[in-house]
Every structure is written in C-alpha cells, then in structure tokens.
C-alpha cells in the first residue's frame, strides 16, 4: 500500500461491542481527522483550524454533527432530494459535542476552529452520536490544536434494573433512564438525558457507572495520540498586565462591589457599565495625554495601536474583576449578587388563563425571569413527521422555545431559532414528556410554546414550569406536575459553593451550569455543564440533594399562587371551551372500506356533513376530531352505522330487499343483509315467501346465528314471539 495510505488503528470494546478508530487514510489535510467504526455505523470527523486573526479576545469553535441520508440507504423525503440546514436532532449533537470540549482548550487560543463529524454509514444499534463525539475528542487529541483532552463519551440506559452502554433502540423504548455522559478521567464533564421520575440517588449511581465505562475509550485516544500525535501549537503568553491590573484594581475594587450588592439587573448593571466607562476613560485619556515625541506615520500608527490595547486590555480586566468580585462575596460570605443565600429561590407568581383563546396558558414568573406558555390540543393530522436516519416516525408531542431579543432589553432582528433555542426546547420537552398520559387514553397531538418574556437566568427551567401549568389548564391529565431549576457552582479549589436558581450572571461568571427538572417522586430530565477541569462527586451529590429541595419548593409555590384556577395542582374537569374534542372508537380492520368507500367519498361526505375529521389506522383505530362535542358525536354515529356489527339475540328493523322460494333476504343495517328462512317467517307452515312478505316491507327480525363466514341468519318468527311476550 503506498505510504499515503497507511493508517493506523485502535480499537476498544466499548458496551461490549468493538469500536475501531482510524486515521492517516481519508482526509488527511485537515488538522486531525479520525474515522469511527462501531458495527456498520462509520463517523468521519474531522478537526481544522484558521490562521490567527489579530486582535481577537474570543475563541470561535463550532462544532457540526452532519447526518447523511445516503448513509442508511435513503432518499431524502418532501420535494428536495438535498440535505439542507440541519435537523433539530443534528443540532442537538453539535450542541453537546460543543459544550463538553469547548472548556477544554488551552488559555490564549483564540483561532477559529471548526469540528465536522459526518456521518457515511449508519445502523441503528451503533449509535452515530457516541462515535461523532468520540471521534471529536480523538481528532482534536492528535492534531497540533492546544486541546487538553481526551475525553469520552457513552450513551447510558437502565432497563429492567440493569444498566446498558449504547443500547439499541428497541433497549431505549424500555428504558427508564438515559443519559448522555462526557468525562476526563478525574470527572464527568457533561451531561445531557432523561428519566421516568427516578430519585437522585438512582441518577448518581448511573453516572458513576457511566463515567467508569469512559475511561478505557480515554485510553485508547492516547494510545493513538502517543503514535500518531502532533506536537501541541503553544499559545502566545499573554503580555504580562500586572501593573495596570494592580491600578486598575485600586481605582474600581471597592465600587465594583458596591454595585454588586444591587439586585436588579439592569440597575447593577447600569452601576456596573458607568464605573467601567469612567475608569476606562481616566486610564486611556492619560495614556493619551502622555507627552511622547510623533516623528513618523509610524509612531504615530504605534501609538495608535497601543491605545487601541490599552483600552482593551482595560475592559478585559474590569470584566474579570466584577466577576472576580461578585465570586469572593459568594465564597467569603455565602450572599449572591441579588442579596439571596446559596440555596434561596427567588420569589414566584403563577397565572393560568391569562389570555383567553390558546386551550391551555400559563404565566410564570420566578424574579426577571418570564414565561408565557400555551398548550394547544391537536388530532392526529397535527402529527410532526421525521425523515430520519431510522427511517420515519411521527411525534405526538412537541415543546417549542422562543427567546425573543426583547426578553433581555436588546434591540436586534427576529430571526428563526437558533441553536440555544432548539437545545432548551428539547430539555423541555424531555422533561415532561414522561408525565403526559398515554396517548390510548388521551389521545390528542400536544403542542406546548414557550414565550420567553423576561430573561435573567434559568429560563428554559421557567418554559418547564409554565409548560405544567398550561397542559393542567388544558385539561391535559398529567401523571404528576413537574418544576425546573437550574443549579450554579463557585469555586477557588478550596472553598466551593453550590448555588440554586442562578442568574444570569452567577451563569457567566460560575463554574456550572446544572440543570434539573422533575416531579415530586423524581427526575425527568437533566443537564450539565463546567468549566473548571473536574468535579467531584461529592459536589454532585450535594447539587442534585440542593436541586431536589429547590425543586420541591418551587412545585409548592406553583401550587399556591394558582389554587384558585388549579386546585393542587390537578387538570381542569373540562377542555377549555375552544378546544376541540376527541374521540376514539375501534372498528375490525376489513371494514375500513366501508369508512372510506369509494375513491374516499364516504368519509370525504362525512367530513364535509359535520365539520370533523377522522383519522382512519390499519389496525381499526378510528380518530374523530371535531370543533365541538356535538359535531364528534354526529361523526361517531355515522361511521358506527356503516361499520355496525349484527349481535346474535338482538332485534332489527330490517327492510326486505330480495325474495326467494326457500326464504328472504333483509338488510338490518346498511351494506349488512341476513337471511329469513322460511321456517323463520312466522308460526306453523308457511307455503310461499310472497304469503308473508314482500320486497321493500319493512320487518321487525332477530339475529339467531352467525356462521363462520359471517353470513347471517334472522328470524321474524322469534322477534314477533319477543315483541308479543314484552307486551304481556
């Protein structure tokens, strides 16, 4: 093989299945570049990296996780045959890939780096995810990129008690818990999943399990980076700022932490811009007011830039020190920017039916934080289909987040939901999804929106609670009402705090952000983030304990600020009066026909007669939806009458429709005839049909007997002597 096209391999059992990592045969110009392969699903990742662009403070890394449909051995669905933007669930594993290596990067990169991990081959028991992830955190691990890796990722699920690393999905539809679990060798460093109401405790010990199965996948990317690695690019040391950091801390220490004691947001922040704004100005107007000798364009485009710095470097240090500040109060004293302890919920007020129209509406208010959230009730028309890799599926419920720009006082253009938005609806949604009722029993298509109205901290955990709040006044039966809260963490390596229902701030400038959402009896759904190098699992037994209480007392407050409109949290008895109505009845599947006729015109009648619609399944489920009660009602008649089964023992009033010498043929119901024998037509012998009955004569019969081929048997005889004994 030509010495292009060596490469070299690892492979690992990871869940008891083998998984290979390659590199140095495909896309070898890329920084790094690794292929996966994990039973018949095959990842290419890909790790590059820009040239550095002067000046920038920032570090951009996007990360994209690219599904291709050519990859299962499919054609992409609707009227495009290319893939286009990415997919909600695309997005959702960019999101994090992005979020568990993007701390992990050496102080002072700033290059723009850009991670692709496409997808060329998929089966669905060999999660394509877990590979992309894997393959990010090895791509990054033997290229020249400053990351300070490796770290792993699996897939965890409980089934039937055990637990199982990369299950199939058939293993998923039965599990109670999964989870999505990054670490280190010290420590997870993200999580993302669900549950099915499970205690702390269970959640704890399954991240435990999780984090012990990461390990060896962290070993087998330093086997690889210790035989193909490239040495590390080593960042610029940052110009050593001591002096004007010592000034600039005696000019502005002491009232940065005046204005940190002011809880409203935007008066701290407003204190917070002025002092910056003043002692910026005084350190760069005598910077500029310096007398130095301009001799050439050069010294003067030099001075220029090192104003340019200066200034610069001055907010950089303000920045870091009003955060610096705000820390040292929560590690010294246990008080946060807004005045409340550690484990202190900001104050709550709940509305329901605040508008009058959506089906379901709720207004929770947790501090500046806002959510106006509504539920509206759908059939089964309002399915969401996905084309996806596994092929397609419909979803019966869907949680949507909206963050509009006015929800934090800024003033920019609407645009369509990005991908912080995509990825707090889906928390959402997870995390009520396992108490909504079974769809046999409330069998609606549940859509749920979340207006963020106010935003300073926590608000996809304010979308959770409003989301409860709305489905109960919905009348949507949930199992049980769930509540969100978003958990912080400050710590200097000796001293920590774990924070509850963090603002905003306590979000920028903390060391965590976990959030945990749940009902009473558990957990539904979580997810975590750091940004220090590990965390112990004492910390994360204490955030989940805190979580657990902040939890229960937000549940509580729900309850007590909406008693008069849901009491104890309870769904309404009734739908809201414009809501439509729903009901479902079961037919035997070979009288389907009958509902659909021909060239769909009977069910097409019966739609346009009462104003519903009906969802027919193979199976016999028949799905009325209709605006009203009484137009459901007028659609179930119609479709029982023609799909009506004969009852043996019950009487008919059956019209006569064809005589014949040995007896004659009633219909009962339409479309269903039965045969008067007749010996059947009446009491003693009866020589001719014709002496009895004829065409068209309407009769009162009884079903005696139905054969095995469904053909019916009917007798006058009996329903007369019936008729006659009722009237005695």
Not at 108 to 129: K, Q, R
Not at 160 to 182: F, K, S
Not at 213 to 242: F, M
Not at 438 to 461: A, C, K, M, W
Request: hydrophobic letters at 40%; a negative charge; one cysteine or more.
């Amino acid at each position: 093989m030509p010495y292009w096209f060596e490469s070299t391999t690892t492979t690992i059992e990871v869940g008891g299945r083998p998984m290979k990592l390659e590199t140095g045969r495909v896309a070898k110009q890329a920084a790094g570049s690794v292929l996966v392969t994990y039973g018949d699903t095959t990842v290419l990742v890909t790790a590059t990296r820009s040239n550095p662009r002067p000046g920038i403070d920032f570090f951009p890394l996007t990360v994209d996780f690219v599904e291709k449909f050519a990859a299962a051995g499919k054609i992409p669905g609707g009227f495009f045959k290319r893939e286009g933007r990415l997919a909600d669930r695309e997005v959702l594993v960019s999101r994090f890939i992005d979020r568990s290596i993007r701390p992990l990067f050496a102080d002072g990169y700033n290059d723009e780096t850009h991670i692709v991990a496409t997808v060329l081959s998929s089966e669905p028991d060999y999660p394509a995810d877990i590979c992309a992830f894997v393959g990010a955190s090895a791509a990054l691990s033997i290229s020249e990129i400053p990351f300070v890796g490796p770290i792993g990722a699996v897939r965890l699920s409980r089934v039937g008690g055990d637990y199982v690393i990369n299950p199939t999905p058939e293993q998923l539809e039965e599990a109670d818990v999964e989870l999505i679990v990054a670490g280190s060798r010290g420590s997870i460093v993200m999580v993302e999943g669900g549950a099915d109401q499970v205690p702390e405790a269970e959640i704890l010990d399954a991240l435990k399990h999780a984090h012990s199965q990461i390990i060896p996948i962290i070993e087998a990317i330093e086997g690889l980076q210790s035989k193909v690695g490239q040495p590390k690019i080593v960042p610029a040391e940052a110009p050593d700022t001591s002096a004007l950091e010592a000034e600039i801390r005696g000019k502005a220490e002491a009232r940065l932490a005046e204005a940190m004691k002011i809880a409203a947001k935007h008066e701290r922040g407003d204190a917070v811009k002025a002092i910056e704004k003043e002692v910026k100005a005084e350190i760069v107007d005598a910077y500029r007011n310096e007398k130095v000798a301009i001799e050439s364009l050069a010294d003067w485009e030099d001075r220029k830039a090192g104003l340019d710095t200066l200034a610069k470097q001055t907010g950089n240090i303000l920045h870091d020190l009003g955060g610096e500040v705000l820390r040292e109060r929560v590690l010294a004293e246990g008080v946060r920017v807004d005045g409340r302890g550690p484990a202190d919920i900001r104050n709550i007020m709940c509305e329901v039916r605040v508008v009058p129209r959506p089906h379901g509406v709720a207004l929770f208010t947790r501090g500046e934080t806002q959510a106006m959230v509504s539920a509206t009730l759908g059939s089964g028309f309002d399915e969401q289909t996905i084309d996806g890799m596994g092929g397609r599926f419909k979803k019966q419920f869907m949680l949507h987040y909206n963050f509009p720009p006015f929800s934090v006082g800024e003033a920019r253009m609407l645009r369509g939901p990005g991908r912080r938005e995509v990825g707090h609806g889906s928390l959402a949604e997870r995390a009520i999804k396992p108490v909504l009722p079974d769809h046999d029993d409330f069998p609606y298509t549940i859509r749920v929106v979340s207006e963020t109205l106010e935003s300073n901290g926590s608000s996809s955990q304010a979308a959770i609670c409003g989301a409860t709040l709305a489905l109960l006044d919905s009348g949507t039966p949930l199992k049980a009402p769930v509540a969100g809260i978003a958990m912080g963490l400050i710590t200097d390596g000796e001293r920590t705090v774990v924070l509850s229902d963090i603002l905003g701030d306590e979000d920028h400038l903390g060391d965590m952000d976990f959030k945990v959402a749940g009902s009473p009896r558990g957990i539904t759904a979580l997810q975590m983030d750091i940004k220090v190098q590990e965390i112990d699992w004492d910390i994360m037994e204490k955030a989940l304990s805190q979580a657990r209480d902040g939890r229960l007392h937000i549940l509580q407050k729900m309850e007590e600020t909406t008693n008069d409109e849901l009491d104890g949290l309870q769904p309404r008895a009734d739908l809201h009066a414009f809501a439509p109505r729903l009901e479902v009845l079961y037919i035997k599947p070979d009288r389907i026909r009958d509902i659909i006729g021909p060239g769909g015109k009977t069910i097409r009648a019966i739609q346009e007669t009462t104003e519903c619609k009906i969802d027919v399944e193979d199976d016999g489920r028949v799905a009325v939806f209709g605006p009203s009660g009484e137009t459901v009602s007028r659609a179930l008649a119609m479709v029982e009458e023609l799909t009506q089964e004969a009852e043996i023992g019950r009487v008919y009033l059956g019209k006569v429709k064809r005589i014949a010498d040995f007896g004659a043929f009633a219909e009962i119901f339409p479309g269903t005839d039965g045969l008067i024998h007749i010996s059947h037509l009446a009491e003693g012998r009866v020589e001719k049909v014709t002496d009895v009955l004829s065409e068209g004569d309407e009769v009162l019969v009884k079903c005696i007997d139905i054969d095995p081929a469904g053909r019916i048997r009917l007798s006058r005889k009996e329903a007369l002597a019936d008729a006659a004994s009722a009237a005695e």
